[in-house]
Nanobody, 122 residues
Framework: QVQLVESGGGLVQAGGSLRLSCTASRSIFSISAMGWYRQAPGKQRELVARITTGGSPNYADSVKGRFTISRDNAENTVYLHMNSLKPEDTAVYYC????????????????WGRGTQVTVSS
């Protein structure tokens, strides 16, 4: 059973910082691109940041310069460091593991955590 367990959400004032953590099953972490997505009330889930197995990150424009994604392969954990938080960052944040497998990489998987609430007050 693949599990992704998030932690680190909470309530913070605008301008503050939080660090989210997501620990994944060892069986998939090393072969997966890891990502953080978020979903605000009434909105679609959107990509916040993603990091490849090789450690290359990419970010949504809305968080560039404020958020940093990193991964610790020894601990099977991906982090999202969030600085200069804004009220519009308020959402449930979900951890994602994505990968492809098969001789022709014809199979794809996506695993999701249950989410952690981040609330930024103005």
């Amino acid at each position: 059973q693949v599990q992704l367990v998030e932690s680190g959400g909470g309530l913070v004032q605008a301008g503050g910082s939080l660090r989210l953590s997501c620990t994944a099953s060892r069986s998939i972490f090393s072969i997966s691109a890891m990502g953080w997505y978020r979903q605000a009330p009434g909105k679609q889930r959107e990509l916040v940041a993603r990091i490849t197995t090789g450690g290359s990150p990419n970010y949504a424009d809305s968080v560039k310069g404020r958020f940093t994604i990193s991964r610790d392969n020894a601990e099977n954990t991906v982090y999202l460091h969030m600085n200069s938080l804004k009220p519009e960052d308020t959402a449930v944040y979900y951890c994602n593991a994505h990968g492809v497998f098969g001789a022709l990489k014809e199979h794809e998987y996506n695993y999701w955590g249950r989410g952690t609430q981040v609330t930024v007050s103005s």
